[in-house]
């Protein structure tokens, strides 16, 4: 009997041990096979599933993507396709939050310009750039989920106040004694605010010139969450002008940054390379959630982690057995 066909997508971060264990269920193939293909293994960059990418596919009925954001997916799409789609929600959150949490203090201590004044001779010329104490400032978190609660949990130890807005209170917030707030009041109350928001229509450009007004002069500003949620222009324009203090960026728009781009011209912005979630360690588990979500799809079982479980009520209601 033929085994059914998964592809991996050219250039998505991938483990050994997660395609070994795709290859005990399913014939694995280059995504250049994705045509005979059950089952699409991707990351949160690649490929871009649109109804162009799926007509080139016609016969997938699961698509497992070895990240948490999937904003390049048109889930809506393959819902109406009756493709089950599933994330890795769950494998990242404690890298993430470490991340976050070493942009916030490195932004507020200034570590990204410290290390250009030792890189450009200064050190023997005065003081270096001074930063803030973490202890009794407030971190204004947008977009509190796990990440989120990791992420206050270790800003706690450090003895941070915590404000956060969602659209609903979260059921953890006295866990880390964190007060909702509006994104207005948030914009206006935190010493540094942090986005962990994902791209939605709705997040996308959500901080442009207005919202940066609003800060603090004094406040900083980091984004773990995806550079789009951020009009990059107004983003150059409170730096440069020194409307806010600083900025420390896993993420930016576009990504990858262009070495001539005018934000890294700015000594006060740290710009790291998309790595939240970077570690051997975090990876792997990304990749072989991904791998168990294709291994129970191509099986006939629900995914783990699906995201669009309309497409079983769907399949439930036709009868059919797609999914
Ligand atoms: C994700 O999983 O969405 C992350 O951004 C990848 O690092």
């Known amino acids: 009997m033929s085994r059914p066909v998964v592809a991996f997508a050219k250039g998505a971060w991938q483990y050994p041990s997660a395609r070994a264990l795709v290859g005990e269920h399913a014939e694995v193939v280059e995504e250049d096979r994705v045509a005979e293909a059950a089952g699409l293994y991707c990351d949160s960059n690649k490929p871009r599933v649109d109804a162009a990418y799926l007509d080139q596919a016609p016969l997938l009925r699961i698509i497992a993507s070895a990240s948490v954001g999937y904003d390049n997916i048109d889930v809506a799409e393959c819902t109406r396709r009756g493709i089950a789609f599933s994330n890795s929600r769950g494998s990242l959150t404690q890298a993430v939050a470490d991340v976050a949490y070493l942009l916030v203090l490195s932004v507020f201590r200034h570590f990204g310009e410290g290390a250009g004044w030792v890189r450009d001779g200064k050190w023997p010329s005065g003081d270096a750039p001074y930063g803030d104490d973490l202890e009794g400032s407030t971190l204004g978190i947008v977009g509190m989920g796990a990440i989120g609660l990791a992420l206050a949990k270790r800003a706690r130890a450090s003895g941070m106040r915590i404000v956060y807005c969602n659209r609903h209170h979260t059921p953890n917030e006295t866990e880390v004694d964190a007060r909702h707030l509006t994104f207005e009041a948030l914009l206006r109350t935190a010493d540094c605010v942090i986005v962990l928001t994902p791209l939605t229509d709705e997040t996308r450009g959500m901080f442009g010139r207005e919202q940066f007004a609003l800060m603090k002069p004094s406040a900083y500003f980091v984004n773990v969450a995806r550079g789009k949620v951020v009009q990059t222009e107004a983003l150059f324009e409170a730096l440069a002008g020194r409307q806010i203090a600083g900025a420390a960026l896993d993420v930016t728009d576009p990504e990858p ?67």
């Open 257 to 323: 940054l262009p070495p001539e781009h005018p934000l890294l011209s700015l000594p006060n912005a740290l710009i790291v390379p998309h790595i939240g979630s970077a570690t051997h360690q975090t990876r792997e588990r990304m990749s072989l959630y991904a791998a168990r979500n294709l291994i129970a799809g191509i099986q006939g079982k629900p995914l783990p982690q699906i995201v669009n479980s309309a497409v079983y009520e769907s399949a439930a209601r036709s009868g059919s057995s797609r999914v």
